[in-house]
Nanobody, 124 residues
């Protein structure tokens, strides 16, 4: 059973940075494409980035493009999301998800393994 655990969330001022981690266990990370999602109160879950199994290909939502960078270290079974220039509208629970696939998918329903999420709050 694949398990994903997010960490690194917290409270940060506008313009600040955070790095989220998604630790994967129970299987070989290199077999999975990974997505980062977020869900704000009263809003639908949205995909913000995804990375293919090798790490050579990433996609980003327009709302985070140029500010967020996704990466992975398959040897450490960990995926990262570096978030810079954070804005109050980035406040949400951030979740990582895995799909046993080479390719990156942007649809929430494409992923069948989810972490519990980590809270990110951007506020002064």
């Amino acid at each position: 059973q694949l398990q994903l655990v997010e960490s690194g969330g917290g409270l940060v001022q506008p313009g600040g940075s955070l790095r989220l981690s998604c630790a994967v266990s129970g299987s070989t990370l290199a077999n999975y494409a990974i997505g980062w999602f977020r869900q704000a109160p009263g809003k639908e879950r949205e995909v913000i980035s995804c990375i293919n199994s090798s790490g050579r290909s990433t996609n980003y939502a327009d709302s985070v493009k140029g500010r967020f960078t996704m990466s992975r270290d398959n040897d450490k079974n960990t995926v990262y999301l570096q978030m810079n220039s954070l804005k109050p509208e980035d406040t949400a629970v951030y979740l990582c998800a895995a799909r046993r696939s080479t390719f990156c998918y942007s649809a929430t329903k494409a992923y069948d393994n989810w972490g519990q999420g980590t809270q990110v709050t951007v506020s002064s």
